[in-house]
C-alpha cells in the first residue's frame, strides 16, 4: 500500500507548481496520508462518516436483515460516495447506491492530524490537496489508477468507472465494533456479500502509524 501511494508522491514532486515545503520528505507526505486513513478508519468504526474534500465521502448504506422468530437487525455496510465535481471533471460513471442519511457526517480535521503528525496544520492540508491533485492528473491522463487508504481498501479507477473495494477485514471489524448484539455467522456473511466488491488485506498492511455524487464539495 505504502508503494501504491508513493506514485502519486512522485506525481506530486514532478508538478512544477507544488506548494508542498521541500523540508517535507517523501515520507512525511506519506505518512500524511496514512494517518488521513487512520482518521478515517477510526471513525467510520464510530458510526460516523468522513468527508474528504475534494475526493468524496465515506459512508454507510443500511439494510434490515431477518435474524429468526420474527427479529429484524439492522445492519451496515461502508460504501464510498464520489465527489461530483471529480465525476464530472472527469466524466465517470459510478453506480448509484443509497446512503443512510441518519449516519453523522464530519469533516476531516487537519488540527487533529496536525497534532498527532507533529506537523503544521496548512503543511497537513497542502499535502491532503496535492496528493488528491495528483490523482486528479492521473484519472485526466486516461492510466488506469489504484489510490488506497491503509486499513480500509482501494479506489479504482478503469476507463472511466470508479469502484471502491473494501477490505473484507474491514468491514467485518466495523459491524463487530457497531452491534452489542451478537451477529450470527450466516448474517455477517450475507451483510459481507452485500457489499459489492470485497478484497483480502494484505499481509504487509500495517493498521499502526462507486456510489451516488455528492455535493458538499461545491
Not at 491533485?133 to 491503509?150: D, H, M, P, T
Not at 473494501?166 to 459491524?175: A, C, D, G
Not at 456473511?189 to 451516488?212: F, Y
Amino acid at each position: 500500500m505504502v508503494e501504491l501511494m508513493r506514485n502519486f508522491v512522485v506525481e506530486v514532486r514532478n508538478n512544477r507548481f507544488s506548494t508542498i515545503s521541500p523540508s517535507l520528505s517523501d515520507d512525511d507526505v506519506l505518512s500524511v496520508w496514512g494517518r488521513v486513513s487512520n482518521f478515517t478508519r477510526s471513525c467510520m468504526q464510530q458510526q460516523k462518516g468522513v468527508h474528504i474534500p475534494g475526493l468524496g465521502l465515506f459512508s454507510f448504506a443500511q439494510k434490515r436483515l431477518d435474524v429468526g422468530n420474527s427479529k429484524h437487525i439492522l445492519v451496515q455496510r461502508p460504501v464510498f460516495v464520489l465527489s461530483e465535481r471529480l465525476a464530472l471533471l472527469h466524466r465517470l460513471q459510478y453506480v448509484k447506491q443509497h446512503v443512510s442519511g441518519q449516519i453523522p457526517v464530519v469533516k476531516l480535521n487537519f488540527a487533529t492530524l496536525s497534532e498527532e503528525s507533529g506537523l503544521e496544520r496548512d503543511q497537513i492540508d497542502t499535502c491532503v490537496r496535492e496528493i488528491i491533485s495528483a490523482l486528479s492528473r492521473s484519472i485526466a491522463a486516461k492510466q488506469n489508477v489504484e489510490f488506497g487508504f491503509i486499513g480500509i481498501g482501494k479506489l479504482y479507477f478503469r476507463d472511466c468507472k470508479v469502484k471502491m473495494k473494501f477490505y473484507k477485514e474491514f468491514v467485518s471489524s466495523i459491524e463487530c465494533q457497531r452491534s452489542t448484539y451478537h451477529l450470527p455467522a450466516q448474517c455477517l456473511e450475507e451483510m459481507l456479500s452485500s457489499c459489492s466488491s470485497l478484497i483480502s488485506t494484505p499481509a504487509t498492511v500495517v493498521t499502526a502509524d462507486v456510489v451516488r455524487a455528492e455535493r458538499s464539495d461545491r
